[in-house]
């Protein structure tokens, strides 16, 4: 017999489970010796097979049966489809051809799937034969494998047909679990949970507090069998081992008992009732254990509701459960975002749990747990409908009444900091001491487990779990054994505390030190300044990993102690830490705290009052001359002694709650656990809120009584300070809301406000909590009829009678535990109040509705809220109206009226100023106005100018308004009822430009105020009015005083004014949806790339976009990354402010236009976002939608409301709907993948799948998904992408945006990923884009810079093509054959053949059929597929461009032109003039006839022929844009060089300086350029390349769709033309 420990479980009188590891050759010797047979039968799956397979046929093969006997296996696909009615007679088929008789063993290897197969097989094969079970999953080790049943699934359920038959053994190799994926790993572990929940409390701690352990044991793979004997086993092995064998021992018993599950079986059931139900919904996408999971978790808050759990044990559940990664809610988001998810309603599985095999008749039953441990009954337990309707309802309904349990005496649950504080007291101390109401968080439990493995204590339980006994060690700690490492997961307040409890351990023979450590996101977190005074003050501690982080590794020395200095601007934990442990010291401490400002003194002292408790006195010291109290504290040498009990005091805020509850209701509440001796803020709320309404307040040190006045009675506060109290303004609020007394005297405002009213104030910082709470309030309450008003610092409420108040609300409460529990006081006096999340009081009082029925005696009862099925239009566009009219609103000296303006201008609308209409209207001005009638009526009679101007202008209008327009109630309600329709725009401008600007301003009424305040007090309005905000970036904007455009602003030139412009164009044309900016992503069109760009400010790479953004299409910020100078240092998860993105974004649209893709990456979606900070992010995402940003990637694991709310406000921009799976566990031809796509086209106009490939064979895995996808109705464009070298391919393939890199960027996005150039290369390699030829017709064209230009741009981006010269003397054969070839891609066309081309296409664009010549061609496709050839004209843009940004003035229009010549180029010339707006061109050529031509082709461009150069037709002005057209070898500035054309100098007449273009190519410095150089030096002058760049970028991006890398190929030309020169 092989050698190998193994333990033995006995089930049914046999000893025949076989517990140990690497067990092979053991289980195949037992079995020959054992069981004898002429056959043995192997069944297992491929996957298995794969890995274990072989060393079964080795093992059998060793051991030479003899003749008669044989080995056989047989192998079938793995998954519940095999076990089926096919999948067994497959078997059987398989048995009877290899003649297997009545004596053959049959061993089935595998999971649950194998085991419950092969058993069915087994047992009724033959009538019957001999099998095995060698279960391979955990699941089917602790569960499937033991107690005999067996099943196969049929289309009408799971296993329905089956039968007992019991193995003849069970062997159990742990072994196996190491290649098991770590999903089905905590799949198991439900079940292993569950077994020691109602059996085994100890077992279950055991889970609770060393799951980390357990997960090592499984992710180290062993070597060398290590592990088979005990003597090579590791503690982790040995502790895995001991939880299986515990949790099958368990199972064996209970099957021993109850073999045929009559009664004591059904225990087992445990969180299956409700877990089957679930699992039938979801299967087999969330799997049986992770269904349990959730059925465990719902079915003890059924217990809970039956008032038989108590919260404690609901707690320790969930923590444990989420430490084995299982899900433990439906609102997990592994179960929410599934499709399938929608069919969870409560009706839906209560109608499946009405066929659950344990019920009695039509009564469901549940096993319901007591404690931890144990379960109510030995047996299920028959639980009422409504019940179980309630737990699984999302919402809830309180039914108003008189509490019944009046007078209420009642803890509410303890303070988190009391908790944590308490614990570590009473562990450090002398004797036993019994912890009430303890608050049990991870932070109580990490602690706890820690001073058990440091020897520090030792705690246990009573009451149910009410009351933790802690036998305090009395500071007396070890080094925890063999090396061992404290593991503190997440939980912050722990890892500080502990952090000097490790430096008290005594010094140990061993020389070992302690270890503590933490989860990835707590090795992140900083403990630096601790650890720093630690040192200072000769403790020896080191870092593991990195710096200021944990782990630590601490000397088992002791503490120094005398003076400790400590830096506690951070954070007051380290001084708590640093207290607690003092007195432990060698010598007497004195703790300094340096640093400046000491951050949460009252945290300080709450330690100190709580040290004194436990009897040691902290002196804080005074200054001896002022009496002042200092920061340094003197705790002398001592050991605490524990009080026998200790009352942990109650969450001063979760208190209000049931007290508001007595004064609303005119009845008693006692609150055990809180009194006038509370440190916390909110305890005073019954006396400074509760007493003057009208209470009676009697209040001891530790207790708190209020009794309501009868119904209806309370009174208003009148004015209210809540500032040391803000989280209990919300329960003031409600009660407020009924409060119709008059104020007690003294309180009442004076200011001719309603007597009903109470005015909250001190509470702005509520604005930021969970969400806004103010505005929260204020929305609700309305939805009760009760009206309130917003203040900057508060709000007020005014107090209706109940009978007034609206019934049937039904409450959004924004995730906010605070909202939900104030909605619930005022909803027990209003009928028939929803509270539509219940769940949300989960973060402090989870157990809060079963105490409003069961401790208070108000009834609730479940609701199914009604579902909403579609998202509103996810891709069509918030307005319909592309020509609705905007209005632009902002602080005066915004820039709206340049802005306003701008944006009339490229949108081709009228501007209107709100303003010059008053004035008109009322024949004042504003300022006189005011001065004449008040603030009042001119507030009045600009609203009305408002409503006017809405009314009378709907469309194609850019109306700017006045900056206090937002002053007025009235007129807010009208821009937010226009913004539902058309653009409110709030132009934003930097507040020190703004007051530069208006320090010189007289034209308008004085504030009278200081600005700050004004600006302070609108912000948030006009941030309530707007549907957009355009940041203004322009520099200073200075009023012209004596500019020739007298009505318009000048803008002091600045290097980016042309990207104001292109900015404004863009931003414009894309919220109105005229021309959104976005890329192409339509099936059919060319393949789309974005730039991820991975700075974490993108300042440095602003100098760089163009280059940087080569190629692309977009631009990505990496939301998640971005972390402004201050924050840099901020490892981790990050949440930048909206401030700092808005900034970035304002900055990076200054650089480019190109549409900019705003994605906040969640850590779990290999991003940096907090992934639990959803409403931080969806701040984000909307501050994203004002700003018109065009690509927002949302993750579908959000919460569904969360998405549609954005979905629906999203404007033009597109929702890039994404899922991430990095695990390389998902398979894109699988359900889930498919699942992923259907909820992400929900709400995506774009879907976004990012996998991760293992192989090769993934990308073509992929590429077919996005095919069938494609195919599919309403298939959505989709970024498909595998992550990892592995999965380049599936980028090079993608079609739609796929994300690049570029060289230049700091780091790579993500892993794999490749540049634009890359792929470009790569897919003309594979075949996916041929060569192409393109060619420049003219003559002669040997010098030609175009050559140099495109090849340039090519070569950049890595695109396969050529460009070439092709000289012909005329439009002949050679060009027509070119331009019919298959590899043509496109011509440029010059002098002499712009109009000799035209006959030979096919089409031309307007501008093109315009200007009357082609100088690019473009090869194009007809919609049946066909060539067309396509001519358009370029040449003018790059006039326009070249004049544009050479323009010292874009905001203003120049008046008057000059063109020289009247040849092809001066029709570009013209067109040009025309778009810029130039009122009169004037042409000269030297023979009028030819000038004449040109006038008569553009008969509205106001071209007028002169006969003299310098000299202006009568009242016209000089020009400030001149363009010459002619060679420049036939001009001179001398008057009396023969055949030239003489330039006199006073061509730059004009007073303004301009622009001069010389369309001429040679030489460099021409006699026009040469000229105003020495007259006009203040002109800016234009080179005949300049143009011809400008005009070849746009042909570049007119064939190949892309942009053209302008700088690099500019660089190249010149050095060329230099060269040529
Ligand atoms: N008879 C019972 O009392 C009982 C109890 C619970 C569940 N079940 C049944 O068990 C089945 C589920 O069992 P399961 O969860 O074990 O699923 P399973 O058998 O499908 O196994 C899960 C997956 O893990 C793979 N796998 C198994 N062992 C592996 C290993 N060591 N390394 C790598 N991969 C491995 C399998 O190939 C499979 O893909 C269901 O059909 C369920 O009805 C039966």
Request: net charge negative.
């Amino acid at each position: 017999m092989s050698i190998a420990d193994i333990q033995k479980v006995s089930i049914l009188g046999k000893e025949s489970i076989h517990c140990g590891l690497h067990l092979v050759p053991y289980i195949v010797d037992t079995v020959l010796q054992t069981l004898p047979s002429s056959t043995y039968v192997l069944v297992t799956d491929t996957n298995v097979a794969s890995l274990h397979l072989a060393a079964f046929q080795t093992a059998f093969e060793e051991h030479k049966l003899s003749a008669q006997a044989r080995f056989l296996s047989y192998v079938i696909p793995p998954g519940e489809t095999s076990k089926s009615r096919e999948g067994k007679a497959e078997i059987e088929d398989f048995l009877l051809l290899n003649t297997c008789t009545r004596d053959t063993v049959m061993l089935a290897l595998g999971g649950g799937v194998i085991g419950d197969l092969v058993g069915f097989v087994a047992a009724t094969f033959m009538r019957g034969v001999r099998f095995v079970q060698i279960p391979t999953t955990l699941l089917a080790m602790v569960d499937s494998s033991v107690g005999g049943k067996t099943a196969i699934d049929t289309p009408h359920g799971k296993n329905l047909i089956g039968a007992f038959w019991q193995p003849e053994y069970i062997f159990i190799d742990a072994a196996f679990l190491e290649t098991l994926p770590a999903r089905e790993f905590s799949n198991g572990m439900a079940e292993v949970v569950k077994t020691a929940a109602i059996w085994n409390e100890d077992e279950f701690s055991a889970l609770e507090s060393r799951s980390a352990e357990i997960f090592a044991a499984i992710q180290t793979p062993s070597k060398d069998f290590s592990g088979r004997t005990k003597s090579t086993r590791s503690p982790a092995q040995q502790l895995l081992l001991s939880v299986i064998a515990g949790s099958i021992s368990v199972k064996a018993h209970i099957v021993t008992i109850d073999e045929r599950e009559t009664g004591l079986r059904n225990l087992v059931n445990f969180g299956h009732t409700i877990g089957h139900a679930i699992e039938a919904v979801l299967t087999p996408t969330i799997l049986h254990g992770e269904c349990v999971s959730v059925g465990m978790l719902l079915e003890a808050e059924v217990a809970r509701q039956l008032g038989v759990l108590s919260q404690v044990a609901v707690g320790r559940l969930t923590r444990c459960l989420k430490a084995y990664n299982l899900p433990v809610s439906l609102s997990d988001a592994r179960i929410a975002s599934l499709p399938a998810a929608k069919g969870l309603g409560v009706q839906k599985l209560l109608d499946i749990m009405k066929i659950d095999k344990k019920n009695s008749g039509p009564h469901k039953k549940i096993v319901i747990l007591s404690r931890i441990g144990a379960t109510y009954e030995q047996k299920a337990t028959v639980v009422a409908d409504s019940v179980i309707a309630k737990t699984l309802s999302e919402a809830v309904k309180v039914i108003p009444g008189t509490p019944t349990k009046s007078p209420v005496r009642m803890a509410t649950p303890g303070s988190k900091s009391i908790s944590n504080r308490a614990l570590l007291l009473a562990a450090l101390g002398k004797g036993t001491c019994r912890l009430k109401n303890l608050l049990h968080s991870d932070d109580t439990q990490v602690m706890m487990n820690a001073l058990v493995e440091l020897k520090g204590a030792s705690f246990s339980w009573e009451d149910n779990g009410e009351t933790l006994v802690v036998q305090g060690g009395e500071g007396s700690l070890s080094v925890p054994p063999n090396g061992k490492e404290v593991y503190l997961g997440n939980a912050g307040t722990a890892a500080r505390f502990l952090t000097t409890v490790c430096t008290l351990v005594q010094s140990s023979a061993t020389g070992e030190r302690t270890v503590i450590t933490g989860n990835a996101r707590m090795k992140q977190r900083p403990i630096g300044p601790l650890v720093d005074a630690l040192r200072a003050n000769g403790s020896d501690i080191n870092y593991v990993e990195s710096q200021g982080c944990l782990p630590l590794s601490v000397a088992p020395a002791g503490l120094k102690g005398s003076t400790i200095q400590l830096a506690a601007s951070v954070s007051s934990q380290y001084v708590s830490s640093i207290l607690l442990c003092a007195p432990y010291a060698q010598d007497p401490v004195t703790l300094e705290l340096t640093g400046g400002q000491v951050i949460s003194q009252p945290y300080i002292d709450m330690t100190i009052a709580m040290m004194k408790t436990f009897g040691i006195n902290v002196e804080r010291q005074a200054d001896k001359a002022t009496g002042k109290l200092l920061d340094v504290y003197h705790i002398p040498r001592a050991v605490y002694t524990n009080p026998s009990s200790y009352n942990i005091e109650s969450d001063a805020s979760s208190a209000t709650y049931p007290l508001a509850i007595a004064a609303i209701t005119g009845t008693t509440c006692t609150i055990a656990n809180i009194g006038s001796a509370s440190l916390q803020g909110d305890a005073r709320f019954a006396k400074e809120v509760l007493e003057p309404m009208g209470c009676e307040v009697v209040q001891t040190e530790t207790e708190t009584t209020v009794t309501g006045p009868p119904l209806g009675k309370l009174k208003a506060l009148g004015y209210v300070d809540m500032e040391p109290m803000t989280d209990a303004f919300l329960t003031a609020s409600v009660l407020a809301a009924v409060a119709t007394g008059t104020p007690l005297q003294g309180r009442e405002l004076t200011d001719g406000s309603r007597p009903t009213t109470t005015r909250i104030l001190g509470i702005a910082n509520q604005r930021v909590k969970e969400c806004n709470r103010i505005r929260a309030m204020i929305d609700q309450l309305a939805k009760f009829g009760v009206e309130t008003k917003e203040l900057d610092d508060g709000l007020e409420v005014y107090g209706k009678p109940i009978q007034e108040l609206k019934a049937g609300a039904s409450i959004h409460c924004y995730d906010d535990h605070r909202v939900a529990m104030a909605f619930s006081v005022l909803s027990t006096v209003v009928k028939d109040t929803v509270l539509e999340e219940k769940r949300c009081v989960e973060k402090t009082w989870p157990n809060w509705w079963d105490d409003l029925v069961n401790k208070i005696g108000i009834d609730v009862e479940g609701v199914e809220l009604p579902v909403s099925h579609s998202v509103a239009s996810a891709s069509g566009p918030a307005t319909e109206d592309t020509a609705a009219s905007i209005i632009i609103i902002g602080m005066r000296g915004s820039g709206k009226t340049y802005i306003g303006q701008l944006s009339a201008s490229v949108l081709g609308w009228q501007f209107l100023d709100a303003d010059a209409v008053f004035e008109e209207k009322h024949q004042t001005g504003v300022r006189e106005f005011v001065n004449k009638h008040g603030w009042p009526a001119f507030r009045a009679a600009e609203t009305e100018v408002l409503q006017e101007l809405i009314t009378k202008h709907p469309k194609g209008y850019v109306i700017s308004l006045g900056g206090g327009i937002v002053e007025t109630p009235g007129a807010r309600d009208l821009l937010k009822a226009f913004a539902k329709h058309g653009p409110v725009v709030h132009v934003v401008r930097d507040m020190d430009e703004v007051v530069e600007y208006l320090g010189e301003e007289t034209l308008r009424p004085a504030y009278g105020e200081p600005i700050m305040d004004v600006f302070q007090r609108r912000e948030p309005w006009f941030a309530e009015c707007c549907s957009y905000v355009f940041v203004n970036r322009t520099g200073s904007v200075r009023s012209a005083v004596n500019g020739h455009a007298d009505t318009q602003l000048v803008v002091e030139a600045s290097p980016s004014q042309n990207s104001i412009r292109d900015e404004v164009d863009r931003f414009f044309h894309h919220i109105t949806g005229q021309r959104p900016n976005l890329a192409p992503t339509k099936t059919g069109d060319r393949r789309t790339y974005f730039l991820s760009l991975t700075y974490p400010d993108i300042a440095p790479a602003l100098a760089h976009i163009e280059e940087l953004t080569t190629g692309v299409d977009a631009i990505e910020l990496r939301v998640d990354m971005l972390r402004s100078q201050k924050d840099f240092e901020r490892p981790g998860s990050w949440i930048p402010s909206v401030a700092y993105v808005t900034d970035q974004i304002a900055a990076l649209r200054q650089k480019t236009s190109l549409p900019i893709v705003f994605t906040t990456r969640t850590i779990s979606q290999g991003g940096q976002f907090p992934p639990h900070a959803e409403a931080e992010a969806f701040e984000l995402f909307h501050a994203a939608a004002r700003m018109g940003v065009e690509y927002i990637d949302v993750e579908i694991s959000w919460s569904e409301k969360r998405i549609q709310e954005l979905v629906a406000r999203k404007g033009h921009s597109v929702i890039i709907a994404s899922w991430h799976d990095w695990s390389g566990n998902m398979l894109w031809d699988g359900k889930e993948v498919e699942a992923k796509y259907q909820i992400a086209s929900k709400f995506g106009d774009i879907v976004k799948i990012v996998g991760k490939a293992n192989g090769f064979e993934d990308n073509l895995a992929l590429h077919r998904f996005a095919k069938r996808m494609q195919s599919s109705t309403n298939g959505k464009p989709l970024i498909g992408i595998n992550m990892g070298v592995e999965g380049q391919l599936s980028r090079i393939l993608n079609p739609t945006l796929s994300p690049v890199s570029h060289p230049l960027l700091p780091s790579k996005a993500a892993p794999g990923q490749l540049s634009f150039a890359e792929i470009q290369t790569a897919l003309h390699l594979i075949g996916q884009s041929p060569a192409q030829r393109f060619y420049i017709f003219g003559n002669p064209i040997a010098h030609s810079m175009s050559p140099t230009l495109h090849n340039t741009a090519f070569q950049i981006l890595g695109l396969p093509h050529k460009y070439e010269l092709f000289e012909t003397q005329s439009v002949g054969e050679e060009i027509k054959a070119a331009l019919v070839s298959p590899d043509f891609g496109g011509a440029s066309v010059t002098i002499p053949f712009k109009l000799d081309v035209i006959p030979l296409l096919d089409s031309l664009s307007p501008e093109a059929e315009a200007i009357g010549a082609v100088n690019t061609i473009v090869p194009r496709k007809k919609s049946n597929g066909s060539p067309l050839l396509y001519g358009d004209n370029t040449d003018w843009i790059g006039i326009l461009e070249c004049i544009r940004s050479a323009l010292p003035n874009t905001a203003q229009t120049p008046d008057a032109a000059l063109i020289i010549g009247a040849g092809g180029t001066s029709r570009a010339a013209i067109y040009a003039l025309r778009q810029l707006g130039v009122k009169a061109i004037y042409l000269y050529n030297r023979t009028r006839q030819s000038a004449e031509v040109l006038v008569n082709a553009f008969p509205d461009a106001g071209v007028v022929i002169i006969d003299e150069l310098g000299t202006w037709p009568e009242g016209g002005r000089p020009p400030t844009v001149i363009i010459s057209t002619v060679p420049a070898s036939a001009t001179s500035t001398s008057p009396n060089v023969e055949n030239t054309l003489y330039l006199p100098s006073s061509i730059f007449a004009s007073q303004y300086p301009g622009v001069v273009v010389d369309m001429a190519y040679k030489p460099a410095e021409t006699p026009l350029l040469g000229l105003a150089a020495d007259v006009a030096q203040k002109w800016n002058r234009v080179r005949g390349v300049e143009v011809l760049l400008e005009q070849g970028f746009k042909q570049f991006y007119l064939w190949t769709g892309r942009r053209c890398p302008k700088r690099a190929v500019s660089e190249r030309v010149w050095n060329a033309y230099a060269r040529a020169a």
